[in-house]
């Protein structure tokens, strides 16, 4: 890839927010841009711990995958077995694998398609209400069905909640916890976590926007620490360690490693979904890269493998904007 003038572009994006892309062990281009945080006028560096957002998917898929493999989850099985939903609208038809997939058709916390938003949930009960798994249920749990299981596919972010119940049922642990034992630590990603951002954890960059020419903290935007569907936090390098264990199945036996990196839904005609996964695919089907994005206030980013040019990529903005030019810029690069 032709790195030349990145650094140029960088700078007129005014981009705060980490790059690196590497082919194998190998870095090919790597910078940290912006600040931590504007209050301050901390640096961003390369070891700066950035915000995920939805990026945290592919955490909790690996995390169920690893437990299908070891017979303590089942795909097929209907998520009423590891998750209490009595008097829900959740329908027993609805598996691990419709929600990891977004093929549940449950209703959205937010249905950001229709025009909800994510910070309107916390007007009436705050976000620091909203700590542990089971506190998100009450905000979908009684909505009324989108659609039949299996029958749609559409982008959920509870679905991942309710995936991270269920770890929680069969392994007696914290979500957080079991993540940061058997994917974090499994994968070597020593640098990542999940940071309470009401606290002064070590090289974690806050999140900001600039609206109405002012710069907005996101501390009252969403809870103030990581769930199964976003918010946990990794520094660059740690994402293209998770992406390459993955790869080497260092996370997950041989059969889910090799389903975990193969299209499974599609999305549009476009864009499949995989288990966390999105691929993008090539017009004579095969594949072209395959990705995970993410994006919150204050917060943007993605993690991404081009698979003939053997490249990861990880592009992560502490701003809710500022990672897509940037990805934009190298996809063209790189034909797209």
Excluded at 183 to 204: K, N
Aim: one cysteine or more; proline letters at 4%.
């Amino acid at each position: 890839m032709e790195t030349s003038g990145l650094d140029e572009f960088l700078a007129e994006q005014q981009f705060s927010g980490v790059v690196l892309v590497r082919r194998g062990p190998t870095t090919v281009y790597e910078a940290a841009t912006g600040l931590a945080t504007p209050r301050w006028g901390i640096p961003n560096t390369l070891d700066t711990r950035f915000d995920t957002a939805s990026i945290t998917k592919l955490f909790t898929s690996a995390a169920v995958l690893h437990l299908v493999g070891r017979g303590e989850l089942d795909l097929e099985t209907s998520i009423h077995h590891y998750v209490d939903l009595e008097g829900t609208t959740i329908s027993p038809d609805v598996t691990l694998l419709h929600l990891l997939t977004h093929t549940s058709g449950i209703a959205d916390d937010a249905d950001e398609e229709a025009g909800e938003k994510y910070e309107d949930l916390f007007l009436e009960k705050p976000n620091y209400a909203i700590i542990e798994t089971a506190d998100f249920l009450p905000q979908f749990a009684h909505k009324e069905p989108l659609a039949a299981p299996g029958v749609e596919c559409r982008y959920c972010n509870v679905g991942y909640v309710l995936a991270g119940l269920a770890i929680e049922r069969v392994t007696g642990q914290s979500y957080r916890q079991y993540v940061f034992d058997e994917v974090f630590i499994r994968a070597g990603m020593l640098d990542s976590g999940f940071y309470d951002r009401r606290e002064a954890a070590p090289r974690v960059a806050e999140g900001w926007d600039l609206i109405d020419g002012v710069w907005r903290s996101n501390i009252y935007s969403y809870p103030p620490i990581g769930s199964p569907d976003g918010g946990a936090h990794v520094t660059a390098a740690d994402l293209v360690r998770f992406i390459q264990a993955v790869r080497g199945g260092e996370l997950l036996n041989a059969e889910f490693t090799t389903e975990f990196l193969l299209p499974q839904v599609e999305h549009d005609e476009a864009t499949w979904y995989g288990f966390g996964l999105e691929f993008d695919m090539n017009e004579d089907g095969t594949v072209r890269s395959y990705y995970k994005d993410g994006i919150n206030p204050g917060a943007s980013g993605i993690v991404r493998h081009y698979l003939e040019e053997g490249l990861d990529i990880v592009v992560l903005s502490n701003t809710e904007e500022g990672a897509w030019p940037v990805i934009q810029e190298l996809d063209e690069r790189l034909g797209g």
